[in-house]
């Protein structure tokens, strides 16, 4: 009896193979793929402040710059360095010994000035008005005594004892002591003509300005504080000389300060009348000041190499231990929110300034998710839409492995 034998369709064979193939790949791809570590971050709600930074130098409100009103010798310092006064202390004295020279001068001409203009009003100097009180009685004498001998001839002549020609003679005398006599009249009322008058009044006017000059500059070598305030700088020393115009005292109230700042052209349009600001001074680092913006930028001004707006700060609670010209670090607080929803500034991505999106953490899965921002600073964003507190977001791999959407993650705090 003949024996059967059981055949093999080939084509079955070789897709049994495939079908095995294929599940011990998938086998091995399962038990040898890498599972990526991120570090993760879950979203909270905190407060947000949003910050920009600069340098700035501080300079008084209320100052007063004390400087040599002519070129001299620092004769006297009468105060110290951090020395508070009032108002009206003497300060600094110069050596005055030219001064005191050119106010006696300037005196001496106002005084001869006024002298020669009341000689002047009165018709001339005592002895001149003497002099033509005497001329004008002589004068007048003669004419008297010229009146009685014509009027003597001219009787003598009626009687035939004088000629006409002693009565003509007589007649020229009067004459004479007439005119004598009205020209010595008219010199003593008008001896001085307007001209001469308006001459001498100028000479009083400028006496009087010397000697104005005079006495400022002595009083300028006696420099006395309008203010009140604090001696924070005496660049001179007793002895000193010191050419016209040189810095010889600083006073200030250092309880009055404000802080010049120049902050960088993109920063500008955050900056506003008010905001707060906190001051940094690296002589004492472990106090802060804080102040307000009084003035912000109104233009664009070239400073060394950069663009910058200039901004004024006024601090608030100097209390004398911020000192006037000393370098300080301004941080200005340019927004405020509270209790927002908010991560990690590294877990965000930004396609376009308009295109934001994250990687949500989900089943250790990473999912592509894009999100509306809001405030941002150097530490957190704010997020305005697309994710909730309840969600855990992705901020870099261990590795240098990029993140990507679906790509599976072991998270890691």
Known sequence: MPTSEKRFNPATIWGSLIVVALLAGLLIRSLTRE??????????????????????????????????????????????????????????????????????????????????????????????????????????????QATKDLAALQLLEQKGAASASEVASAKQRLESA????????????QRYS?????RSEAQILEAK??????RSSFAGANIRSPIAGTVYSIPVSQYDFVPAGEDLLDVADLNRIQIRAYFDEPEIGKLAEGQSVKIVW????????????????????????????????????AKGDLLPNTNVTVTVTTSQRFNVLSIPREALHTDSPTKNYVYRVV????????????????????????????????????????????????PVE
């Open 178 to 189: 007439n005119s004598t006599f009205q020209g010595l009249q008219q010199r003593s009322t």
């Open 209 to 214: 300005a010397s000697l104005a000059s005079a």
């Open 35 to 144: 599972i990526v570590s991120v570090r993760v971050a879950p979203v909270t709600h905190q407060n947000l402040l949003s910050t920009v930074s600069t340098n700035g130098k501080v300079e008084p409100i209320d100052e007063y710059q004390a400087h040599a009103p002519a070129p001299g010798v620092v004769e006297q310092i009468y105060v110290d360095v951090g020395q508070k006064i009032k108002v009206g202390e003497l300060l600094v004295k110069m050596d005055d010994s030219d001064a005191v020279a050119r106010m006696a001068s300037a005196n001496a001409s106002l005084k001869s000035a006024e002298a020669s203009h009341s000689d002047l009003q009165q018709g001339g100097t005592q002895d001149e008005r003497l002099a033509m009180q005497g001329d004008l009685s002589r004068a007048q004498l003669q004419q008297q």
């Open 194 to 198: 307007a001209t001469d008058r308006s």
């Open 282 to 317: 690296d002589a004492k680092p472990l106090q802060i000041w804080h102040g307000h913006i009084s003035l912000a930028p109104t233009t664009v001004i070239t400073y060394n190499t950069r663009n910058v707006g200039e901004c004024i700060i006024t601090v608030d609670d």
């Open 363 to 410: 089943d250790h899965k990473l999912v592509w998710t894009p999100v509306q921002v809001g405030v941002v600073n150097l530490n957190r964003v704010e997020i305005t839409g697309g994710l909730t507190e309840k969600d855990t977001i992705a901020l870099n791999a261990t590795s240098n492995r990029d993140l990507s959407n679906g790509l599976e993650v072991k």
